[in-house]
């Protein structure tokens, strides 16, 4: 990247997930790094070549950090390339993401994890992080070559949507994982009770005719993988917790001491089994949407930390793969442009603190990851995003800058739009005025 100019941000309300601050104040960005913070007041005596910028008292904050992201590249870029998921990151603030491993051919060896790293130098829109899958081809029978691709770059091992059913394989993925201090990411899931489904089963997914499984597939998975992780030592990422039977397991298990993270989509936050309603395959996604009874103890969970981590699961899809039968059609939903309005939502709506809401997105991915952003102190990357919070967004999937435009967000109206992406110091994305 070329070296950008001095950034001065004057007249903001910082939001630093790290020291708690939420108030006013300013920040100025030398090269790539926040060179200072003021709390409370403005920077007097910039020099003549800063730039300044009036953040008209507009929110600012760590860009987000995003640990679930699919893209196409390589092997479907019809579908998203490294460079267009970039820009719709910066779209939505979205600073850092992590690209999943299930791409053709899949994240297995360290020579795939460093083309998609040296494809990525050459994208100046987002800082993009790898995934490595956790066993050969994404099939859960052999072991990746996890200490290589640790080497060449990868930040955490996991088949996505792939279960690895086996448990010795996973105990070994886990303990092998564990000597390179790599966490494993799994969705907890027993594939065998949801083979085939679409939905959610309960009498919502009776009415419709869908082929649905037991949502206590979820629990039995995680009890499973839990169990592991006490056994082996290793540090677990529960990729996407959805259910209410299932955060009661994560509860007893962070109770007992196991090393483990948990996520939640921004959709399973924002959505329930009954936004299928009229078969709305943009609402098709992989876990399928919950009861709201799950949603609303998903965002209790949030609320009082037992969710670490808020992702996109931003999975994109061309028209003429969700355009099916709602069994038949493709899971998933864009949502890297989405993520940060949807967020607010529960702010707007009061049921999570502002600041433990970005602490989400930001500081608590970058400690997952080892990173120093995340945070507003002097030395940190200059990751930032200004946003307008109360200012009202209608989601048209047409106008998103994803290839894909499946987001099951189309057409709502949220409050919160990105005015500015900052990252290394260079503005990279701006709104229109």
């Known amino acids: 990247m070329t070296r950008p100019r001095p950034l001065a941000f004057q007249n903001a309300r910082l ?32 020099s003549g070549d800063v730039q300044v910028i009036d953040c008209g008292g507009h929110l600012l904050a760590p860009g ?34 992590v690209v999943q491993p299930d791409t053709d051919p899949a994240v297995d060896d360290p020579s795939v994890v460093d083309f998609i790293l040296r494809r990525a130098r050459d994208i100046e829109a987002a800082r993009i992080l790898c995934a490595g899958a956790a066993t050969k081809g994404l099939k859960g029978e052999q ?29 070994r993925v886990m303990a092998y994982a564990k000597t390179f201090n790599m966490a494993v990411a799994h969705r907890p899931v027993d594939p065998w009770l949801t083979k085939g489904a679409a939905a959610t089963e309960g009498e919502f997914a009776g009415r419709l005719g869908l082929p649905a499984g037991p949502v206590m597939a979820e629990r039995i998975g995680l009890e499973r993988d839990l169990a592991l992780a006490e056994l082996t030592g290793a540090h677990l990422l529960v990729d996407q917790i959805t259910s209410a039977g299932a955060l009661e397991a994560l509860a007893r298990a962070k109770a007992r001491g196991v090393r483990v993270t948990a996520t939640a989509s921004i959709n399973h936050l924002s959505f329930n089994e009954l936004d299928i309603g009229d078969y709305r395959t943009f609402a098709k996604l992989v876990p399928p949407l919950r009861s709201e009874d799950d949603r609303q103890a998903l ?26 039968p709602f069994d038949e059609a493709a899971p ?19 049921r999570a603190p502002l600041l433990d809401l970005i602490r989400a997105v930001t500081l608590a991915p970058a400690r997952f990851l080892g990173l120093t952003s995340g945070r507003l102190t002097p030395g940190a990357p200059a990751d930032l995003v200004l946003c307008d919070l109360g200012a009202p967004v209608i989601i048209d999937a047409d106008r998103l800058a994803s290839k894909s435009k499946n987001s099951p967000f189309d057409g709502r109206r949220l409050q919160g739009q990105v005015l500015r992406t900052v990252v290394a110091g260079k503005t990279v994305f701006r709104a229109a005025e």
């Open 143 to 171: 072991i990746a070559e996890i200490g290589l691709m640790r080497e060449a770059g990868c930040v955490y091992v996991t088949d996505v949507d792939h279960a690895v059913v086996d448990s010795r394989v996973m105990r």
């Open 64 to 97: 987000l950090i995003d640990l679930r992201v699919k893209t196409g590249e390589p092997g479907a870029e019809t579908r998203e390339t490294l460079r267009s998921a970039a820009q719709a990151a910066a779209a939505g603030g979205v600073t850092s993401f």
């Open 299 to 324: 965002i209790e969970a949030l609320a009082s930390g037992l969710v670490d981590i808020v992702v996109s699961a931003h999975t994109p899809a061309p028209a003429e793969d969700k355009r099916l």
């Open 15 to 46: 939001l630093d997930p790290e020291s708690g601050y939420d108030g006013p104040g300013a920040l100025v960005v030398s090269g790539e790094t926040i060179a200072d913070v003021s709390k409370g007041k403005d920077i007097s005596n910039l």
């Open 332 to 350: 998933g939903g864009v949502g890297l442009e989405t993520l940060l309005p949807a967020l607010l939502a529960l702010h707007h709506d009061g």
